[in-house]
Nanobody, 123 residues
């Protein structure tokens, strides 16, 4: 069982920065595929970024070049650095994990989820 706890969300103005974190309680953390997803009101949950066991990362086109996903295996913590934030980035951000090295893009493929942290970008 993997427990995920996000933190670091908040409200910022357009162009601002935020870093959200996800602490995982799993001794097998280094063998997990990890991802950040987001869900805006009235919209489906979508992938933001993933990082696999080889530290290979993927990003959605909408955040590429602005967001950076990273992890610290020693601290069992996943990060998402968000720069140049836009109003359309406003959403609940969720950390997710699944066993194995492959990181799919679909939320249904992930077994473990955090409770989410709200990010609001205002103009």
């Amino acid at each position: 069982q993997v427990e995920l706890v996000e933190s670091g969300g908040g409200s910022v103005q357009v162009g601002g920065t935020l870093r959200v974190s996800c602490a995982a309680s799993a001794y097998t953390y280094s063998s997990l595929c990890m991802g950040w997803f987001r869900q805006a009101p009235g919209k489906e949950r979508e992938v933001v970024a993933t990082i696999n066991t080889f530290d290979t990362t993927t990003y959605s086109d909408s955040v590429k070049g602005r967001f950076t996903i990273s992890k610290d295996n020693a601290k069992n913590t996943l990060y998402l650095q968000m720069n140049s934030l836009k109003p359309e980035d406003t959403a609940m951000y969720y950390c997710a994990a699944r066993s194995g090295s492959w990181c799919p893009l679909f939320p249904a493929e992930y077994n473990y989820w955090g409770q989410g942290t709200q990010v609001t970008v205002s103009s």
